[in-house]
């Protein structure tokens, strides 16, 4: 395995360093304030708040106490809670009878159970609540197509006839009446692929007749990142006018084309513009696992864009309630996915590359940051949510084996032995250590 074939370059490797320190630093932050806070308000009194590990390289004392430091390794970060051992709350220091019933009030292991379970569940909570808030703004600032379908961009294509213009209300496509936005994928569908497509619209107070090209064209309107279309240097914007000589027209076209390659290499002619012109590149299809809407999942090859119309639908600006309805249906499919993911590698129905280790993680905070900062911002949103939920599975040293004390200790109203807690902790280490070596291997090996 060629590892230094990895870094193209050492400002390509400089700068996925940088875009992973800053995704990762994001995400700890939140999810150390989110302990952080609700500690303080449950009434535990924080020491120390770091940022990183290692050593200090700056550090602030607030008016309450709290060390707040940035430590030289930028890759994670902890509070350190009044009476904890150490920096994962594990055991507590024995100050004898030297503390007042109100000092131990203020420690971790002094405070009441719901306190300490509180605190505990904060950190996946706010990385939750991040990425809500991320995908509500985000939602927000783009806008959502508004009904009925009407012009209100139109994008660059090499089209041979092109009538439409910004503001037509587009009434029907070859004959189709339109059907409401939520309803348009299965409608694209049943259009005739062809190069040029009639469209009634309705201009200002007429409704003529123009025409113009598919409506969903082979047009790359998303780049994945670290898939074939990114290696391939495809951009947003480019159009894919034939697959192996053959013209494509629309987007299905081009995606049939893909999905019966069997991981051949394609040759794609690029239109990258009205000044750029048109120029043949070659690239290899991708085997990909995708989540299903039945919640299973399927192989498919994939070069990796997504795709677009050929213009910009006039939109409008969602409420709160909708954006937030957005966000947490956007969090919640990605939990979702994920632990459908894990449930069928663990059963060998799809394949264990899946699982990312911190290579390919910073490969793609770097990939996702170079397409822009809605991109990367995005990219955080969706890290955050993995974050979060790794933080609740049930393995002692995370805050799901926490919170996993926390169940016993109200059950049996009393906790775990500090004898049990060393050899648990220590069977967690061993699980996170394995399944990180085994993430690492995935990213040097894995096709």
Not at 209 to 225: D, I, K
Not at 317 to 346: C, D, K, N, R, W
Request: charged fraction near 15%.
């Amino acid at each position: 395995m060629d590892i230094i074939g990895l870094i193209p370059s050492f400002g390509g490797f400089l700068y996925t360093v940088v875009a992973f320190v800053v995704a990762l630093s994001v995400i700890v932050a939140v999810h150390e304030y989110g302990h952080y806070i609700v500690g303080r308000w449950s009434g535990i009194h924080a020491d120390v708040f770091s940022l990183g590990f290692g050593p200090v390289i700056w550090q602030r004392r607030d008016k309450r106490g709290t060390v707040w430091q940035l430590a030289a390794l930028p890759f994670g970060g902890y509070v350190k809670f009044a009476g904890d051992a150490d920096a994962a709350s594990v055991g507590k220091v024995d100050a004898g009878e030297a503390l007042t019933p109100q000092d131990r009030r203020a420690t971790m292991h002094g405070a009441p159970l719901w306190a300490r379970a509180a605190t505990v569940a904060a950190g996946p909570v706010f990385n939750f609540v991040l990425s809500v808030a991320v995908f509500a703004v985000v939602i927000l600032f783009r806008g959502v197509a508004s009904d009925p379908l009407t012009v209100d961009e139109i994008r660059p294509v090499p089209a041979e006839v092109q009538q439409l213009e910004s503001g037509d209300e587009i009434l029907s496509i070859a004959g189709e009446p339109t059907p409401p936005l939520d309803e348009m994928n299965g409608y694209i569908d049943t259009l005739p692929v062809e190069p040029v497509l009639d469209y009634e619209v309705r201009r200002g107070d007429e409704v003529i007749t123009v025409q113009g090209p598919h409506p969903f064209p082979p047009l790359v309107a998303g780049v994945t990142p670290q898939s074939a279309a990114m290696q391939a240097d495809l951009e947003v914007g480019n159009v894919i006018v034939a697959v192996d000589g053959d013209e494509v027209f629309a987007f299905d076209q081009l995606r049939t084309k893909v999905a019966g390659s069997d991981g051949q290499a394609l040759s794609l002619d690029v239109w990258r513009g009205p000044d750029a012109g048109t120029e043949t590149l070659s690239l290899t299809p991708k085997r990909m696992d995708l989540p299903t809407e039945g919640g299973g999942f399927e192989t498919r090859w994939l070069i990796g864009i997504t795709g677009g119309m050929f213009f910009e639908p006039a939109s409008q600006t969602p409420g709160a309630f909708e954006a937030l309805s957005y966000g947490a249906s956007q969090t919640a499919y990605i939990v979702q996915s994920s632990l459908s993911g894990i449930y069928h590698m663990a059963v060998g129905a799809i394949s264990s590359c899946n699982i990312s280790g911190p290579i390919g993680i910073a490969q793609t905070s770097g990939a996702a940051a170079s397409q822009g900062a809605t991109s990367f911002i995005w990219f955080i949103a969706v890290l955050s949510t993995a974050v979060g939920l790794m933080n609740l599975f049930p393995i002692p040293v995370l805050d799901g084996g926490h919170l996993v004390f926390h169940a016993y200790e109200a059950v049996t109203g009393r906790p775990p032995s500090d004898g049990a807690l060393r050899v648990l902790m220590g069977i967690g280490l061993a699980l996170i250590g394995a399944l990180m070596v085994f993430a690492l291997t995935n990213d040097l090996f894995c096709p």
